[in-house]
């Protein structure tokens, strides 16, 4: 039985040049790539544009929908479109011209009347030819009748014309570049597909495109345009072209066009400039073979994901693409948008009729939710994602891992020796002096007690810290309910990251601390808003000296959700800490040491020959001390009579007896004196003046400084066990408190002891008034980083401080809350 629909269909192909045939699916596929390739159809992503466009509107002429017909035929032919999928356009084109005109002649007229508007259809003379003879078949009822062809498409069984699979319909998107007809992807669908990856994207494999698309789904061009916007927002509009003005040539014209966003008051937002783009690399990935079905299909789910979280319908999406191409070619592209967009925005046939909000299914975001976090699962992008955010471009590492250029490798080989002084022989374990735990504890507790007012004063027996400290530290008020640990760690992420590019150190060590830190990480924070929220918090109080705050940078990664961080895996099933956590009466006593030496956050490890080496000269130079014996026997004088005895035997009995005080003064004024006699001269004459208290004050703070500042270095050193380095903390922290009261009689102490045994120096005094405002620092705690004293109750003393609301406090508080 003849098919109506197919026999109409090829009697009008006879007005494409064809022979009569009377399946119009007859020609032979090589002829029909030929044919398409002569129309310049290359692949099947053209192909859909140009169905699209022939069945675009009521406006499409009579030879656009006859040279549709001719192209649903040739791609049937050649294999681009299954039997059904043609037949579907096939029917859709037909039943558009037997809606649009009454009858055959009518359609026929139509054709001869618009013959110009395409040179597919023959000349004048053969198409008035062809177009009479099909009139009187249709007059004699030869052919197939206008009635019956209006009855056979009647019966026909209309669907949607695009994939419509569960996991097909994410491909819609993909016809913001070119329409997807049929799926899977195969070599048809997009002709030099691999040429286009390796010369626009410098993509030339899997792993390269698969970092392609997270990148652009987690950050992409976004993330710079959205932190520009974000700062010329705060602007007035003068300094916000002058800013535009100031950039380079070839950043002038992108920078002109978001000014002129900002002052027309244009919605900032062009994530689906990224977006978009993610899903045409997958499908760009499908294409090459390098993904298949599935693994495409959910890449592209991801983003639209991203798409279904950030937008309601077409329009907005389309215009957010407009305004990020804008941007990214320096040029306003949305007086255009409307005519851009007109296909995909009011074709009937459209493959985005479906509404938005219906394109994925629960099931197939479930899924690409999954893989997405698989992509980031590993420990690696948990350091990747904390140092991108102070170096965007690591951001393009997500997914495999990829080789590094040799000049990236130096560049981070120097990064390390020339920031950190940390070299390859010193092994990865040595990262573990950028593992501050204490600090996060201090942070927390000034947090705590600023927010309830019980900070220290800011004026001491010293002077006054100056205000802006002052504030600076009343400010930390403020960060009262955010945990300060990632404030340390996310610089500690930094270094890591650092020494991964070096390739320098141990692989699977720097992996293992990478667990560790998002074993923290995971404890301490319950998700990526909790923990950036706390980022963006402290940084935006205690910002990197000299350096912007990365406040802006950190809160877009808290908006965007896109973003890395809301893509890791945020669970751990173990505990393992990248350093020791002190606890709090071992931190109390690593702080005895005050401004002698930089704040102690951590507990001290053995250091590198190298680093042991310099420490070694220090010992020797201050102390002529030159092995673990002489150090230990020396700590023990200390800590049982140190300086503060010699005061006692040597110089207290002067305070006794003024007048030979006075004659031994005298005597060693009046003659040449040697270093050690003219030492023995400044000491009495302090003595008579009791310069800084030193004959009413205990001095032992000098000799309990000393000694736990000692015991530091040799720990460093390897000189001490683990076991004996702690007992010789606890034993600083129980003469402490057998001597002072508080931090200020311990600083008191400290000082006076410090001025009496000073040896000659022409510098005394500038050495005495640097002391004097480091001791004013660490009692007041401002600036915050400057010590830890303002935080911690002093060895015995009774509690002070109020209790912190997180649990990255140290162990031994008894008040932390859990």
């Excluded at 090459?288 to 907005?316: K, M, N, P, T, V």
């Excluded at 020339?418 to 000034?446: F, I, K, M, T």
């Excluded at 940078?553 to 350093?579: C, K, M, Q, Y």
Aim: hydrophobic share 45%; proline share 5%.
């Amino acid at each position: 039985m003849v098919d109506p629909v197919n026999a109409w269909w090829a009697q009008q192909l006879v007005l494409c040049d064809w022979a009569f045939m009377p399946d119009p699916l007859m020609l032979p596929e090589e002829a029909a790539r030929e044919r398409l390739s002569a129309l310049e159809v290359v692949d099947r992503g053209e192909l859909g544009w140009r169905l699209l466009e022939h069945r675009a509107d009521s406006d499409a002429s009579a030879a656009q929908l006859l040279a549709g017909l001719e192209l649903v035929a040739l791609a049937g032919a050649a294999g681009w479109l299954e039997g059904d999928h043609t037949r579907l356009w096939a029917v859709s084109l037909i039943a558009e011209i037997h809606t649009r005109y009454d009858d055959l002649d009518a359609w026929l007229e139509a054709l001869c009347a618009s013959r110009s508007a395409s040179g597919w259809l023959q000349g004048d003379d053969g198409l008035l030819e062809a177009c009479q003879a099909l009139s009187k078949l249709d007059a004699d009822g030869d052919g197939v009748t206008w009635a019956l062809l209006g009855q056979s498409l009647s019966k026909e069984k209309r669907a949607d014309l695009w994939p419509d699979a569960p996991l097909a319909r994410v491909w819609r998107l993909r016809a913001a570049f070119a329409p997807v007809l049929a799926c899977p992807a195969g070599p048809d669908d997009w002709n030099g597909v691999e040429a286009w990856l390796a010369e626009g994207w410098q993509v030339h494999g899997r792993d390269d495109l698969v970092r392609s698309v997270l990148w652009l789904t987690s950050q992409g061009d976004r993330q710079g345009w959205d932190i520009d916007a974000a700062r010329l927002m705060q602007l007035p509009a003068a300094e916000r072209h002058a800013w535009c003005e100031g950039l380079g040539a070839q950043e002038r014209p992108y920078g002109r066009v978001l000014c002129r966003y900002v002052d027309q008051g244009e919605p900032l937002e062009w994530a689906a400039w990224d977006w978009l783009r993610a899903v045409d690399l997958a499908w760009a990935g499908a294409c090459a073979g390098w993904f298949d079905a599935q693994e495409a299909s959910l890449l592209a789910c991801h983003a639209g994901d991203l798409i279904l979280r950030r937008y309601s319908d077409w329009s907005a999406l389309s215009r957010s693409y407009q305004r990020g191409r804008s941007l990214f070619e320096g040029k306003d592209h949305l007086p255009t948008h409307v005519v851009d967009w007109r296909l995909l925005m009011s074709s009937p046939v459209s493959p985005w009729r479906l509404p938005l909000r219906e394109l994925l299914s629960d099931e197939v975001l479930v899924a690409s939710r999954q893989m997405a976090r698989d992509w980031r699962a590993d420990p690696r992008h948990w350091v990747l994602a904390l140092a991108a955010v102070r170096e965007p471009e690591l951001a393009t590492r997500q997914g495999p891992l990829p080789s590094l250029a040799e000049a990236r490798m130096h560049e981070a080989q120097q990064y390390l020796i020339e920031s950190l002084e940390l070299y390859a022989d010193e092994g990865a374990h040595a990262l573990v002096r950028y593992w501050l735990p204490a600090q996060a504890h201090h942070l927390n507790q000034l947090a705590a007690d600023a927010v309830h007012k019980a900070l220290p004063p800011a004026a001491c027996a010293f002077g006054e810290a100056p205000g802006a400290d002052v504030a600076t530290r009343d400010s930390i008020a403020a960060a009262t309910r955010h945990s300060a640990t990632v404030h340390m760690a996310e610089k500690y992420a930094f270094y890591l990251q650092m020494a991964m590019d070096s390739e320098q150190f141990d692989a699977g060590q720097l992996a293992t601390m990478g667990a560790s830190l998002r074993d923290v990480l995971c404890r301490f924070y319950n998700g990526p808003r909790r923990l950036l929220e706390s980022w963006a918090t402290w940084d935006g109080l205690l910002p990197e000296p000299d350096q912007p705050p990365l406040s802006l940078e950190v809160r877009w990664h808290i908006d965007d959700p896109g973003s890395i961080f809301h893509w890791l895996s945020w669970s751990s099933a173990t505990w393992n800490e990248p350093g020791e956590r002190p606890s709090l009466t071992h931190f109390t006593a690593l702080s005895l040491v005050g401004p002698l030496n930089s704040p102690a956050w951590s507990m001290p490890c053995p250091e590198s020959d190298r680093e042991a080496a310099s420490i070694r000269d220090w010992i020797d130079g201050h102390y002529g001390l030159h092995s673990a014996t002489e150090l230990i026997d020396f700590l023990r004088f200390l800590l049982e009579a140190g300086d503060r005895q010699e005061y006692q035997i040597n110089y207290a009995p002067y305070t006794l007896n003024a007048g030979r005080l006075n004659s031994e003064i005298a005597t060693l004024e009046s003659g040449d004196c040697n270093e050690e006699e003219r030492n023995h001269l400044e000491r009495l004459i302090r003595v008579r003046d009791n310069e800084d208290g030193c004959n009413d004050l205990d001095m032992c703070a000098w000799d309990v400084a000393q000694a736990v500042d000692l015991a530091i270095a040799g720990r460093q050193l390897g000189w001490l066990a683990a076991e004996d380095f702690v007992a010789m903390l606890e034993q600083a922290y129980g003469l402490a408190a057998e001597h002072y009261a508080g931090w200020q009689d311990y600083a008191q102490g400290l000082y006076a002891g410090f001025s009496f045994f000073m040896g000659e120096t022409p510098e005394r005094e500038a050495f005495l008034a640097g002391f004097r405002q480091s001791l004013v620092a660490w009692l007041s705690g401002a600036p915050p980083l400057a010590g830890s004293w303002a935080s911690l109750d002093f060895p015995g003393a009774r509690p002070r401080h109020w209790a912190p609301l997180h649990i990255d406090t140290l162990p031994g508080d008894g008040r932390t809350l859990h």
